[in-house]
């Protein structure tokens, strides 16, 4: 494992998604991995850490999540913007090699099995809680945060490290067609700590 | 209504959430208006669009989201980051005045009895999609947007314009602790459209 890589606090988990960012969501069933972007992800509880995402009945990342039983939610950056689009963009049902092509190379924390993209600023690997009214009216996945890391260059210690960092490091927050914002500057309350 | 708020068309209404705003969550019943702050609000679906939120058992908005069975999502901007920040942190338990102490204004659209805070980005009413487990659960609650609106200045056409209005227009993406991003510059992946 990169040697920035370091395990987040399960319950400062919730921060890597608390300001909205477009994630990659990985799964792996069988010795078939697949990844997918995916901008409806969310916080859903501190302590002990869950999430929400959709993942619509035509993604074949799906069937990886509903077998294996588990997901991860990644968080990729500026650096990674073409490889984020390309992983939303393409199906593997069209494109086998559509993880290869995009350039993601995959990695695996000791202990885990659910496959992760290099390069990312932050990792969530979570284990569903099956609620399977939620997933098949609304293709809403329910995860508990089992395992949380960072890369200590953009996140260290709760807190996001944008305004010191290379601006390679900023959060994606998707619009539609290809159009994407990164995330700005920091805007902090006054008299708050 | 002021004469820079337009209606959003209801399957573009997603993309006023897509990008992963921290949100103000207001509601009404007999008689009596509260508005939160809550950064755990994401889309769910596109048309019919719906939305989730999560609105903790121990906030006052929660019992006027449930006995209404109807609220608001307002997208607020960075002229109004002390608002939010005050909208969510006090309660209306503790401080009978709170959105009034916050600074926010609150208006109404004709044909809706949802009320709104003047100055915001944009506005989704939404229906409750009953679901008691969830609620119970998760504190997750699930609306179908039967309204939106956006200020022209910052959104029209169904895309932001976070590049060319002025700074005081950037979305909120809160991390904790009185600590928030505004969003960034734009990212666009080269060859879409």
Same mark, same amino acid.
């Given at each position: =494992?990169?040697?920035?890589?370091?395990?987040?606090?399960?319950?400062?988990?919730?921060?890597?998604?608390?300001?909205?960012?477009?994630?990659?969501?990985?799964?792996?069933?069988?010795?078939?991995?697949?990844? =997918?972007?995916?901008?409806?992800?969310?916080?859903?509880? +501190?302590?002990?850490?869950?999430?929400? &995402? &959709?993942?619509?009945?035509?993604?074949?990342?799906?069937?990886?999540?509903?077998?294996?039983?588990?997901?991860?939610?990644?968080?990729?950056?500026?650096?990674?913007?073409?490889?984020?689009?390309?992983? $939303?963009?393409?199906?593997?049902?069209?494109?086998?090699?559509? &993880?290869?092509? *995009?350039?993601?190379?995959?990695?695996?924390?000791?202990?885990?099995?659910?496959?992760?993209?290099?390069?990312?600023?932050?990792?969530?690997?979570?284990?569903?809680?099956?609620?399977?009214?939620?997933?098949?009216?609304?293709?809403?996945?329910?995860?508990?945060?089992?395992?949380?890391?960072?890369?200590?260059?953009?996140?260290?210690?709760?807190?996001?490290? +944008?305004?010191?960092?290379?601006?390679?490091?900023? *959060?994606?927050?998707?619009?539609?067609? $290809?159009?994407?914002?990164?995330?700005?500057?920091?805007?902090? &309350?006054?008299?708050?700590?």
């Amino acid at each position: =494992m990169d040697e920035n890589i370091r395990s987040v606090e399960l319950h400062k988990a919730y921060r890597l998604l608390n300001h909205g960012p477009t994630v990659l969501v990985s799964s792996s069933y069988a010795g078939a991995d697949n990844v =997918m972007a995916a901008a409806w992800a969310c916080a859903l509880d +501190f302590s002990p850490p869950k999430v929400t &995402v &959709v993942i619509d009945k035509t993604a074949q990342t799906r069937q990886l999540v509903e077998k294996s039983g588990y997901f991860a939610l990644q968080i990729p950056n500026a650096g990674q913007l073409e490889l984020t689009y390309a992983l $939303g963009n393409s199906s593997l049902g069209d494109t086998p090699d559509k &993880v290869e092509r *995009s350039g993601a190379k995959l990695f695996k924390i000791d202990g885990f099995d659910t496959p992760l993209v290099e390069g990312c600023s932050g990792w969530l690997i979570c284990k569903i809680i099956p609620e399977p009214h939620n997933q098949t009216t609304y293709d809403l996945f329910i995860g508990e945060v089992i395992g949380a890391w960072a890369d200590t260059r953009i996140f260290e210690n709760g807190h996001w490290k +944008f305004e010191t960092a290379e601006p390679r490091w900023r *959060s994606l927050h998707y619009l539609a067609g $290809g159009h994407f914002y990164a995330i700005g500057d920091p805007l902090v &309350v006054s008299g708050s700590n």
